[in-house]
């Protein structure tokens, strides 16, 4: 059994940066899809990036392509979100999570989900 630990939020101005990383125990993410997913109050989880470990293989939401970037950490076992040119709109709880299904959207298909790392953008 995986556990995921999400840390790197902050509180950010539009346009400023912020990377974010979900941290494994327990295994490696060897077979997994990683994805990160966000939810604001009051909304559903969406999904964000990701990545296929074995792969390297990534995927993007429309909102956040050419912005955000994914990446993975052999080493630390970790996998990041790199968030550039970050808009009000980006407020959100984000989470980690992992899924067998290759580059899956959909928050129904992952499991092992972290405390999820607060993100504030400020206009």
């Known amino acids: 059994q995986v556990q995921l630990v999400e840390s790197g939020g902050g509180l950010v101005q539009a346009g400023g940066s912020l990377r974010l990383s979900c941290a494994a125990s327990g295994r490696t993410f060897s077979t997994y899809t990683v994805g990160w997913f966000c939810q604001a109050p009051g909304k559903e989880r969406e999904f964000v990036a990701a990545v296929k470990w074995s792969l390297g293989r990534t995927y993007y939401s429309d909102s956040v392509k050419g912005r955000f970037t994914i990446s993975r950490d052999n080493a630390r076992n970790a996998v990041y979100l790199q968030m550039n040119s970050l808009k009000p709109e980006d407020t959100a709880v984000y989470f980690c999570?992992?899924?067998?299904?290759?580059?899956?959207?959909?928050?129904?298909?992952?499991?092992?989900w972290g405390q999820g790392t607060q993100v504030t953008v400020s206009s």
């Open positions: 999570a992992v899924t067998s299904k290759y580059l899956s959207p959909m928050h129904q298909d992952y499991s092992a």
